[in-house]
């Protein structure tokens, strides 16, 4: 059963940039997609951005342009790069492994604990 460690949120003003990072415990990590995701309260969780193990990539269209995921396999980690973040990108944010080649809302595992991201003045 994969496991996944989410970090790297935090609170940060509006227009600022924040790079969170998701290391999965899983030995096939280069094989598989990722995603990360993000639950605001009292809203469902959604799809952010998704990345297959070839590096192509799906953005939600509210953080095209933004947001940047990307993947080093070598470190079993996932990336996403958040530039220009507004109010309502605050959430908690999760990564997950893609169920196959799907690059949309398809999560395999168990969720982690995600990292808080604020964004405020």
């Known amino acids: 059963q994969v496991q996944l460690v989410e970090s790297g949120g935090g609170l940060v003003q509006p227009g600022g940039s924040l790079r969170l990072s998701c290391v999965a415990s899983e030995i096939f990590f280069s094989i598989t997609g990722m995603g990360w995701y993000r639950q605001a309260p009292g809203q469902q969780r959604e799809l952010v951005a998704a990345?297959?193990?070839?590096?192509?990539?799906n953005y939600a269209d509210s953080v095209k342009g933004r947001f940047t995921i990307s993947r080093d396999n070598a470190k079993k980690t996932v990336y996403l790069q958040m530039n220009s973040l507004k109010p309502e990108d605050t959430a908690v944010y999760y990564c997950n492994r893609q169920v196959g080649s799907s690059l949309g809302y398809s999560p395999s595992s168990p969720w982690g604990q995600g990292t808080q991201v604020t964004v405020s003045s």
């Open positions: 990345i297959s193990r070839g590096g192509t990539t």
